[in-house]
């Protein structure tokens, strides 16, 4: 059973807010991810860490900033919500091994009105 | 870059049915390859992981096939129930990148 959390599980606000996605995991994993996943679309990988201190951009261009300060912690900000920003965000991770097996969180759905 | 094709889009079939699922991709050169379940809003679930170097992975009342050198892989449900119906996603693990590659995905209604 994985142990992977995020809150809020949704979220509507307005545009021009600075928002933050949380995304925390029991499991020790050092790999953590944020993908976004428009309704009915396909996943996009947005930003990965291999581990505290190490942030990388994946395929799909974002305006989000993520930080890995602590193992278990893995946050997401929006410095300036706006509405092409509304889509839901799912956090996962995976073991050190090569190509672990990843385990993903409930997703966080956001609005920006 | 890799390219994950999934059919059937959607399909609707009776309880009771088995079904077969099929994943397509472009770059052969994958690790392994992980078969999810999403409902509705909700986040993914891992099913099966399958090793590049294994053919088949079973898991219940769920088989994942895997050829490897096709860019195929197939997830077999028998038996089907209400409680299947779900979203069903593929992502192979490629070898450059380290990442997963999503398919579309092929949402399953199972009807009682």
């Known amino acids: 059973e994985a142990d992977i959390y995020q809150t809020p599980r949704y979220l509507v606000i307005g545009t021009g807010k600075k928002i933050t996605l949380e995304c925390s995991q029991t499991m020790g994993h050092d790999k953590m991810y944020w993908y976004q996943q428009d309704p009915g679309m396909e996943l996009h990988l947005i930003h990965y860490s291999y581990g505290v201190n190490s942030t990388e951009k994946g395929d799909l261009s974002s305006e989000s900033t993520v930080s890995r300060i602590r193992t278990e912690h893995f946050p997401l900000t929006l410095e300036s919500a706006r509405p092409s920003h509304t889509s839901q965000y799912l956090c996962?991770?995976?073991?050190?091994?090569?190509?672990?097996?990843?385990?993903f969180g409930p997703g966080t759905r956001l609005t920006v009105l | 870059k890799q390219e994950v094709t999934q059919i059937p889009a959607a399909l609707s079939v009776p309880e009771g049915e088995n079904l077969v699922l099929n994943c397509s991709f472009t770059d052969s050169a994958i690790y392994n390859l992980q078969w999810f379940r999403q409902d509705p809003g909700k986040g993914l679930t891992s099913l099966l992981l399958i090793q590049s170097s294994q053919r088949e992975q079973t898991s219940g009342r769920l088989n994942a096939s895997l050829d490897k050198s096709s860019g195929r892989s197939t997830l077999y449900i028998a038996a089907s129930q209400p409680g299947d119906s779900a979203t069903y996603l593929c992502?192979?693990?490629?070898?450059?990148?380290?990442?997963?590659?999503f398919g579309g995905g092929t949402r399953l209604m199972v009807k009682p």
């Open positions: 996962a991770s995976s073991e050190s091994v090569l190509h672990g097996e990843q385990f």
């Open positions: 992502a192979p693990h490629n070898n450059a990148g380290n990442m997963l590659t």
